[in-house]
Every structure is written in structure tokens, then in C-alpha cells.
């Protein structure tokens, strides 16, 4: 499902957030287990993923846009899912145009799925 719909306990944890960068942190204080299962369940939905170091959950870009988006509508959107964009990562498509023996040609990758 590209779009999930978000609680208000869940908005109220995100207005609380802050942002800096491509950083979210959430509020200070330890949130019940379900409420932060909840809200990580947004966040990850919305692109963001728990990073130990950065203290807080980061996005590939600013998810200023996002997170305003979120609060607004009260749905979080999957971009990838809604728009079916999975790339391969740089290195697995590196690998695969060496094993096939392709490289210098242009090849369409085939799609998955139904």
C-alpha cells in the first residue's frame, strides 16, 4: 500500500520532532512502545530510516516536504511504492552488466511482478 493513514497521537509526535538536514529526531523522552512503533511506521513510510549515530531517522533528502505533506493530510506516502521506482543499487547493477557482458550497450531491465 502506497499511502497509510497516520493517528493523531502520531501527529502530535511529529509536530514535536526536529529537523535538521535530512535528520529527524524525535521529541525528547521515551514514547510507549506501540505509539513509537506507530510513528516509526510513518517515518519509514515516508522514506526515512532509524540511524543509531545520527540519533534520529534519515531521509535521502530534506523531509521537510514529507513531513508537512504528513501532517497536513494526515497520510503518509510511499514515493517508491505509489510511483513502483525500485532501483538496484549502484554496485548490484555494476555486478550484473559484468556477468552478463553488456557493458557499453543499453539493455532494458525486465519488470517483476504482475
Request: proline fraction near 7%; aromatic fraction near 4%; charge should be positive.
Amino acid at each position: 500500500m502506497a499511502d497509510a493513514k497516520v493517528t493523531g497521537e502520531v501527529l502530535g509526535v511529529l509536530k514535536r520532532a526536529t529537523i535538521t538536514d535530512n535528520v529527524l529526531i524525535l521529541p525528547p523522552g521515551q514514547l510507549a512502545r506501540p505509539l513509537y512503533e506507530a510513528v516509526n511506521k510513518a517515518l519509514v513510510n515516508a522514506g526515512g530510516r532509524w540511524n543509531k549515530g545520527a540519533k534520529g531517522h534519515v531521509f535521502p533528502s530534506d523531509p521537510r516536504p514529507k513531513l508537512g505533506l504528513m501532517l497536513e493530510t494526515g497520510v503518509s506516502v510511499d514515493t517508491k511504492k505509489k510511483l513502483q521506482a525500485f532501483y538496484s543499487p549502484a554496485a548490484v547493477a555494476a555486478r550484473v552488466v559484468e556477468l552478463a557482458e553488456v557493458s557499453g550497450q543499453n539493455v532494458l531491465e525486465p519488470s517483476a511482478g504482475a
